[in-house]
């Protein structure tokens, strides 16, 4: 992947918007990025739309004082639907209470007096592992992020697709027969997201044993081999390999990356989303490589300054 340095380094403030935390940090793009300058906060979840811009300005200010240099612009990974060319939240599940309508770009750019830009979550967590992460080197990439919530990404050359509606990428909410009957974030049942990410598995776990395990516990345990635990993993992974299998017969990306904190997870989880893919996916697909990303928390950061710097070159 050819990357854009030629101009020299270029600073964003980037930030990443949550269901459980706001992160924010210096980001300086060039050969390789670099992040500096790190913090987060809480998402004040329950607060509603403008608790959540208001921790998002604070960190911003905060980053902006610790920079020592002049950022071009705020780039922003946010939770929901967003519209990209206003940055405005079209839609958002329960996950963050009355986000949907919040003009997020507009009221963060009077505050803090700077471009701001604004793409999902996911999308950004995409693009930062297609052009800088596991997605390096390949013409395309099909990302699956799964921790508190599911989502993705499809990204060619270094252009990330929104669809008609900002929505593409939005995985958690396929259907997965798996999930049939468990509730979901978006308030409907039987999607993906309502089997596959963490607190899923947490409750999952919670109601097969009766006993309260966080996902990382739950995974470790199956690691070693008991029972529920095995099962509980065994099921999120099968069902998010058939999901990845089915969507590479779609979209046919160069390469499948999958990230997020459930992407940590051991050998019983990995083993059962390669048994889930090579059920679901045809034979010109299945030898599509399925990649853990590389760049941890810091995809969606990276990602969204990624794309800022790009729309500052379409503005020109």
């Known amino acids: 992947m050819k990357r854009n340095s030629d101009a020299g380094p270029s600073s964003f403030v980037g930030v990443d918007i949550g269901g459980t935390k706001i ?13 500096s300058n790190q913090t987060k906060l809480p998402t004040p979840a329950t607060e509603g ?74 999308q950004a967590h995409g693009l930062g592992e297609h052009v800088y992460g596991a997605g390096d080197g ?13 989502g993705g990404a499809v990204v060619e050359g270094d252009s990330v697709r929104f669809g008609a509606n900002g929505a593409a990428g939005h995985l958690g909410h396929i259907p997965a027969h798996r999930a049939v009957g468990i509730p979901c974030s978006c308030g409907t049942s039987g999607h993906i997201e309502g089997i596959a990410s963490g607190p899923s598995i947490t409750r999952a776990y919670g109601k097969a044993t009766g006993q309260e395990r966080d996902a990382k ?20 992974g099968l069902a998010t390999g058939e999901t990845l299998g089915a969507l590479a017969n779609v979209w046919d990306p160069d390469v499948i990356i999958v990230s997020g904190s459930v992407a940590n997870s051991g050998r019983v989880w990995w083993d059962a989303v390669e048994t889930g893919f090579n059920t679901e996916a ?33 503005g020109e």
Not at 26 to 32: A, D, P, R
Not at 96 to 122: K, M, N, R
Not at 138 to 150: D, F, Q, R, W
Not at 217 to 236: F, Q
């Open 138 to 150: 390949y013409a395309s990439s099909l990302l699956i992020g799964i921790g508190t919530g599911v």
């Open 23 to 35: 992160a924010a940090a210096l980001v300086t793009l060039g050969s390789q990025p670099v992040l």
């Open 282 to 314: 045809l034979k010109a697909v299945s030898a599509t490589q399925i990649k853990r990303g590389t760049l941890g928390g810091g995809a969606p950061l990276i990602g969204a300054a990624h794309w800022a710097s790009k729309q500052l070159e379409i």
């Open 49 to 122: 739309a403008e608790a959540v811009v208001g921790a998002v300005i604070t960190l911003v200010r905060k980053v902006l004082g610790e920079a020592g240099v002049s950022p071009l612009a705020v780039a922003i990974a946010s939770a929901g639907v967003v519209d990209p060319v206003s940055g405005t939240i079209v839609s958002a599940t329960d996950l963050i209470s009355g986000w949907a309508g919040t003009a997020l770009a507009q009221q963060v750019s009077e505050a803090v007096g700077l471009p701001v830009y604004v793409l999902g979550d996911v």
């Open 217 to 236: 516990t739950v995974d470790d345990l199956a690691e070693a081999g008991e029972e529920g635990a095995v099962t509980v993993v065994t099921e999120a």
